[in-house]
């Protein structure tokens, strides 16, 4: 049987239906975003290239992931904070300018530990 994820508000845990797998605690929203660089030279279009610097913070726990969604990105956590640097490529389903790819960028990343 596939495990489920189960969200709960009150608490903000997160947790599998499957008990193959560990109770995921909810540790908090976080500004993942550190610095970008837009690449692309235009005004509008469906596909940015960028330079990012994206924050991890440390662990709270032994383990903890990172989760940043609109990167479609996990990171596990050490137990210092550290910056990862990449390059991606940011597509979308319609031309958005660069204001709208900063608000993009600006979405609240997430982290969970055991």
Request: overall charge positive.
């Amino acid at each position: 049987m596939p495990a489920i994820l189960e969200i709960f508000n009150p608490d903000g845990s997160l947790r599998f239906s499957s008990e193959r797998f560990k109770v995921l605690k909810y540790d908090g929203n976080y500004n993942a975003l550190e610095s970008m660089h837009i690449v692309t030279k235009s005004d509008w279009t469906t596909r940015w290239q960028v330079d990012l610097a994206i924050k991890i913070p440390a662990a709270k726990g032994k383990r903890g992931l990172a989760y940043i969604p609109w990167l479609f990105l996990v990171q596990p956590q050490r137990d210092h904070d550290f910056i990862r640097t990449m390059t991606r490529i940011i597509r979308f389903p319609h031309n958005i300018n660069q204001a709208q790819l900063w608000a993009h960028v600006s979405q609240p990343a997430f982290t969970v530990s055991m």
